[in-house]
Structures are given as structure tokens and as C-alpha cells.
């Protein structure tokens, strides 16, 4: 311990265990002191925490980024700046990837300041707990950043020179073996439960275990990898800590957060400083009235990806899509906004209709939120629907169209059958697929329902890589197509739907490779004497 050490730290406080307090207080403790109480302990943690929901990282800059570059959801509206995300055509100079870079790096470096300050071993609970959050924040940053950006600078110490800023990219395998590192030893100090629920638990670490290897084993497609995903992911269902929420709708409801399906919940409150602005940007367009409130409806679900989810949902808009993918809602000024598949001019009834060509996603909303930058919904960064869907994805690799890959899947659309999707298909058995593909395309079809506007559309796009991502980018543009008749007339226009909006994708092989990463920004490449510009992504 370094005993001797003084440090400043903003004392975090909570008003509850639910939300993050509005007001930072500052003072002066040596080391020694911070981690001898739990409140002391908290109060630095939470500040950890607390950096999760900046507005360059979940508060909004990532949904941005991966929701207009995702090739599943893309751009409505927003910065023109910005708009090369959503043709895929993004330069190292392009607007918000540099924000999400730094936002992830500024949770990296308050998850050191607490690694530091305390020993590998830590002699008590309280430090145990505290160094366990730590380790956990920084591995699901780093593991946020080597998906996004590839290889990426491992930066393990608090800088505190200048000289030490300067560091190089390490591999990509590098960085996962340091994110499985943490996630380790993360679980050996974490609480199995907390007592405050913005808290990860020491479940949580196993969670993004599970996470981390199906992400390796998408890519080496070994068993060992698989085997490592799915067991994680079981162990995490059958520890009887979490259990999937009866109604699919309670996940998103301001007044049932930290639910038992919860995993890793980042927690914002309707305060000037602590809250949130992804619901306003995703929320659909114009449903909360007032300049300060309107919802953006920035981020929508393209229409290929919804013909996808309809298909998988047997043609009803099940409960999932009723959020994910919206098709008509009231806007406040008065009018009904429809929404592709319904054709441009139907009334809903009776009443004047505004044609927004892309279904919206509905998931939060903050009636009380006091402007458009202040929501308090929390954010539910992992949750036990997924550690199913990794489980059944995993199992049919290893065992392919095995029960009990079909078996996980099937709990997860039983969840949404039992939200009042009754027209939901019966359970799949093993006689609905031909090979170990056509599962796989069922499991990730139910994560795109299951997920959609929830950060893992992009990921998924690309951890399958190139032929997979080509297959999303060739569906997108066939469906731009796809308005004109069987007798060759065209419905809405010609060509394309809406050329300030829609946007062909390339689909060249080093154009689709090139879009697997996110470029490492340019300001990086400036202010790091250690990356230069031969370091860059391929294809930028």
C-alpha cells in the first residue's frame, strides 16, 4: 500500500443506491484513508463508474458513432460532419470517433488511478472491492476499444509525465489477453453481490468473459475459444443470480431499473450532471415536445435489417419490435409519423401522416428529463438475454444443431412470446434447420430482434468478418432497389428512397475490410510520438 501518497479525488456521493449523485465534492485523503471505509471506498469507485456515462462515451458519442456505422442501424439526421459514418466512407479526421476514443481512455485512466493506489493482493474486503471495479471498468473500455479500433495503446499506470503519454499500439491479442487478465482477477475480488447496484458484481466479470470469447472464437473459430464462451456464458445463467424479466418492455422502464436480467447497468439520473442523451438522439422523431426536449431520432433501423427481424419474428411486430423497430408513433405537433414497410401517404386514422422512411427505436424516454442532454434512463450495458443467445451460438459451434442450442434460443423467444407476442412461432426444433448455418443465421437474427439500439449491432456486423459484413452491406442496397414493382415501376421514385439519407454501401472486398475497424484518429497520430501514420488501420 502506498501509505504515504496524497492524492485530490472527486467524493462521489449517491442519493440512492439507484442513482449517481449530481455533486462532486473535493477534498484531500491519503490512500490509507480512502480505502478504509466503504463509503470512502465507494465515493472513489462510483467516480470510476461515473466516467462510463460521459458524454464522449455511453451517454452519447458511442451510440452515435456505432449506430450510424453499424450497416443494421444508420443515420437519420445529425452533423453533416458525421455523415461519412453512415456511407461508410469514414477518414481519421472524421467527426465523434476521436471523442469515443478519448472518452473510453478517460475511464481507462480513472480505473488506473484505483489499480494504483491499491496492492495485487489487497488485505481488506473493502480494497478487494474496489480494485475488482477498477480492473472490470478498464477491461470492458479496453475490450470497447480493440473491437472498434484493433490493436490499441495498453496503458496499465496513471500517466504522469508527458514523456509517458507517448505509447505504442500493442496487438490485438495483446489487449485480449490483458482484458482476460483483469476480467480474472476482477472476479476474484468483486463482491457476489453488491449492496450498491450501479456496482458490477463479481458475475459480471464472468459475464464479459463470456463476451470476450465469443468475440476470439468468432474470429479463430477454435473450439477451445467456443468452449470457452459457452461455458462462461452457462456458468453465468445457472449461477440462479440473474433470471430473464417476464415482460420484455419492464427492461426499459424508468421505474424498474436494475432489474433481475441486469448484469452491467450504468445508472443516470434527471440531474443537470448526471444525466444522459442517448434517448434523446435515438428516441423517434419528434415525441417529446419543446426545442430543449425534441427527440432527435438521430439513430434508425435500416429497412433491409427490418425485413430480417420481421422474418424472424414470423411477420408480427412482436413486443421486441414494438421498441426496437417502431413503424408509426404520434408526433407532437399533431400528425401520426409512418414509417417503411407501410407505403408513403397512409393514414392511420384518419389522421395527416409524415413519411420518415426508417423505423425508429423506442426503447428510453424520460418524460421529466429537464433538456435533451439530462435523460435518466439507465443504460443496460449486459444482460442475461445475451449470455442465451452466447450460449446457443457457442453450442452450435461445438455441436452443431445440438437441443441444446436450439434449447437457449427457444428461452429467449418464449420471454417474448410470454409479452404478449402471441403470434410468435412455436419453439424451433431441430427439424427447422439443414446445417449448423442456418442455426447460426437464426441465433443472430434473434440478436438483432433481441438487441437492436442496445451497442451490439456493430459488433456483431463485423466479428464475423468479411463475407459475413458484405452480406449486411449487400442486403442494404438491394433493398434500396427493391421499391420498384415486379413489372419494373417504381413505387416511392426511382433508384434510391431518399438521397439525403440513404446511402449505397461499398461492397468491394478491401472497402468491406477497410469497415470492419473504425480508423485510430487522427488527433492520436498527431499527439503520440510513438503511432505514426504506419500504424493505421488497413485502408485508411
Known amino acids: ?100 476514443y478519448d472518452g473510453m481512455y478517460e475511464t481507462i485512466a480513472s480505473a488506473n488511478f484505483v489499480i494504483s493506489t491499491t496492492d495485487s493482493v489487497p488485505e481488506t474486503d473493502i480494497a478487494k472491492n474496489a480494485r475488482g471495479v477498477a480492473l472490470f471498468s478498464r477491461a470492458v473500455s479496453y475490450f470497447n476499444l480493440v473491437r472498434m479500433y484493433g490493436g490499441t495503446p495498453l496503458v496499465l499506470e496513471p500517466i504522469l509525465s508527458e514523456e509517458e503519454s507517448h505509447v505504442p499500439r500493442a496487438t490485438k491479442e495483446a489487449v485480449f489477453q490483458q482484458i482476460e487478465k483483469d476480467l480474472i482477477e476482477a472476479w476474484g475480488f468483486l463482491y457476489e453481490a453488491q449492496e450498491v447496484s450501479a456496482m458490477p458484481s463479481k458475475w459480471a466479470a464472468k459475464a464479459f468473459l463470456a463476451k470476450l470469447y465469443l468475440r476470439i472464437a468468432s474470429e479463430t473459430n477454435a473450439v477451445e475459444d467456443w468452449t470457452k464462451a459457452r461455458d462462461y456464458a452457462v456458468e453465468v445463467i445457472t449461477s440462479t443470480k440473474y433470471s430473464l424479466v417476464p415482460n420484455f418492455d419492464d427492461l426499459f422502464d424508468l421505474s424498474k431499473e436494475f432489474s433481475s436480467e441486469s448484469i452491467f447497468e450504468l445508472a443516470f439520473a434527471t440531474v443537470p450532471d448526471g444525466g444522459c442523451a442517448f434517448p434523446n438522439i435515438k428516441g423517434p422523431h419528434k415525441t417529446t415536445e419543446g426545442a430543449s426536449l425534441e427527440a432527435w431520432g438521430r439513430i434508425i433501423v435500416l429497412r433491409a435489417p427490418y425485413d430480417r427481424m420481421l422474418a424472424a419474428v414470423g411477420g408480427v411486430e412482436d413486443a421486441r419490435m414494438n421498441l426496437g423497430a417502431l413503424t408509426t408513433w404520434n408526433r407532437y405537433g399533431g400528425t401520426t409519423a409512418i414509417t417503411y414497410p407501410i407505403k408513403k401517404g397512409t393514414k392511420i386514422n384518419d389522421k395527416a401522416t409524415s413519411y420518415l422512411f426508417y423505423p425508429g427505436i423506442n426503447k428510453w424516454n424520460d418524460p421529466g428529463s429537464l433538456n435533451r442532454n439530462t435523460a435518466g434512463n439507465n443504460f443496460i450495458v449486459c444482460r442475461l438475454a445475451e449470455m442465451y443467445l452466447i450460449a446457443a451460438e457457442a453450442e452450435n459451434e461445438i455441436n452443431p444443431l445440438s437441443q441444446t442450442a436450439i434449447d437457449y434460443l427457444n428461452d429467449i423467444r418464449e420471454r417474448s412470446r410470454n409479452s404478449g407476442n402471441t403470434g410468435l412461432p412455436a419453439d424451433y426444433t431441430a427439424a427447422d434447420f439443414t446445417s449448423k448455418e442456418d442455426l447460426t443465421d437464426a441465433i443472430m437474427d434473434e440478436r438483432l430482434v433481441e438487441f437492436v439500439g442496445e451497442l451490439h449491432t456493430w459488433f456483431d456486423a463485423r466479428r464475423r468478418g468479411v463475407d459475413y459484413l458484405t452480406k449486411i452491406f449487400n442486403a442494404h442496397n438491394d433493398n434500396l432497389d427493391y421499391i420498384k414493382s415486379p413489372e419494373g415501376q417504381s413505387i416511392y421514385g426511382s433508384g434510391i428512397f431518399k438521397s439525403a439519407n440513404d446511402f449505397y454501401f461499398p461492397t468491394d472486398a478491401s472497402s468491406v475490410e477497410r469497415n470492419l475497424l473504425l480508423p485510430i484518429p487522427a488527433t492520436v497520430i498527431q499527439s503520440n510520438n510513438a503511432i505514426g501514420i504506419e500504424d493505421q488501420n488497413p485502408g485508411y
Open 1 to 100: 500500500m502506498k501509505n504515504f501518497i496524497y492524492i485530490i479525488i472527486a467524493l462521489l456521493t449517491f442519493s440512492s443506491c439507484e442513482n449517481m449523485l449530481e455533486e462532486e465534492v473535493y477534498d484531500t485523503r491519503t490512500v490509507e484513508d480512502i480505502y478504509a471505509t466503504p463509503e470512502s471506498a465507494n465515493a472513489v469507485v462510483l467516480g470510476v463508474l461515473k466516467s462510463f456515462g460521459s458524454y464522449n462515451y455511453y451517454s452519447a458519442q458511442l451510440h452515435q458513432v456505432l449506430g450510424f456505422h453499424s450497416g443494421l442501424t444508420g443515420r437519420r439526421a445529425g452533423a453533416n460532419s458525421a455523415k461519412p459514418l453512415a456511407q461508410m466512407k469514414v477518414t481519421p479526421g472524421t467527426a465523434w470517433i476521436d471523442k469515443t
